[in-house]
């Protein structure tokens, strides 16, 4: 090999390696400062969230209708007997003839099955 091209490879070389040192070299970044002074701390929260449930309850009543508001909350002391939840009766549908036929269908089925 030339002693020229032995020399230019060497070149090549720092200036890579010089290349490489610049490129991955930390910069500063730039950061806001300011006084600090002893006071309350307060911070709020201003989203939606969702409730999520660990355990769900299915409550069945044996009649349609509205369930008003519950006033207790949770950890509430409840005792044998007290009201927890109150329905109150849905609004009857308008009974077309179809339906009040159906209705009568199953009063007589029901009649004939008690018999």
């Known amino acids: ?35 600090v002074v002893q006071g309350r701390f307060e911070a709020g929260i201003d989203e939606d969230a969702k409730a999520r449930l660990r355990d769900r309850y299915s409550i069945s009543a044996p009649l349609a209708g509205r369930l008003a508001r519950i006033a207790l909350r949770e950890g509430d002391a409840v005792q044998a007997g007290d009201v927890v939840a109150r329905i109150t009766p849905a609004m009857p549908a308008l009974l077309d003839e179809r339906s009040l036929r159906e209705q009568q269908a199953r009063v007589t089925a029901a009649q004939a099955n008690v018999q």
């Open 1 to 35: 090999m030339q002693k020229k091209t032995v020399m230019l490879g060497v070149g090549a070389l720092v200036v890579l390696g010089a290349l490489l040192a610049w490129t991955f070299a930390p910069r500063p970044l730039q950061v806001e400062a300011a006084a």
